[in-house]
Structures are given as C-alpha cells and as structure tokens.
C-alpha cells in the first residue's frame, strides 16, 4: 500500500498536535465510534447534527471578543446562509 504524501510544511501540526485543534483525538474518536454504532443517523442514533450540537465549538477567546465588539458596534448584521459568513452591512453581501 502506498503512502499518500501530504503537502504540508515543514513543523505544520496535523490533527490534536495542531495547537488550533478544538477537539481532542479522544473526542473525535468518541464522535465517529457513536455515529457509526447509530447507524450514521439511522435506527434511533445521533445525526451529525445531534453529535456537533453536543461537541459545540466555541470560538477562541480573542474571537469571542471580537464577536462582541461587531455585535455591540453594529445596529444590524446578516448572516449568508449561502456563504457561511456573518456582515454588519448590507452592502457587503453582494
């Protein structure tokens, strides 16, 4: 079997080395191990949706801070379903 060879830069963290990461090697585990013993949705078990609403995904604190400020600053913000972004001008969503 080959090994695929992966572009990534010398010292680039991959998965939970990656300081980034939001969930552990544990947790991921964890999420496929229930999705698949469900039935991938099916038969009574978690969805995708269940499983992400559990594991949630909180933003950093310095992006949480940024958030707050965009949100006291702005009187109206859009969110493109579409595009997945969130704006503060109608504008910006052209």
């Known amino acids: 079997m080959k090994t695929k060879s992966r572009p990534y830069p010398p010292g680039h963290s991959v998965g939970a080395n ?3 990461a ?3 090697e544990t947790e991921v585990r964890e999420i496929r191990k229930r ?3 469900g ?3 099916k038969c ?3 969805s995708q949706r269940e499983l992400g ?3 949630v995904i909180r933003p950093t604190p310095e992006d949480a ?3 707050t400020r965009l949100f006291d600053e702005s009187e109206t913000l859009y969110f493109d379903t579409a ?3 969130l704006f503060s001008e109608e504008e910006d969503l052209e």
């Open 44 to 46: 009574g078990g978690p």
């Open 18 to 20: 990656n300081p980034r």
């Open 39 to 41: 039935g991938g949705g």
């Open 35 to 37: 999705y698949a013993e």
């Open 22 to 24: 939001r969930l552990s």
């Open 53 to 55: 609403e559990e594991y």
């Open 65 to 67: 801070e940024i958030l």
């Open 83 to 85: 595009r997945r972004k």
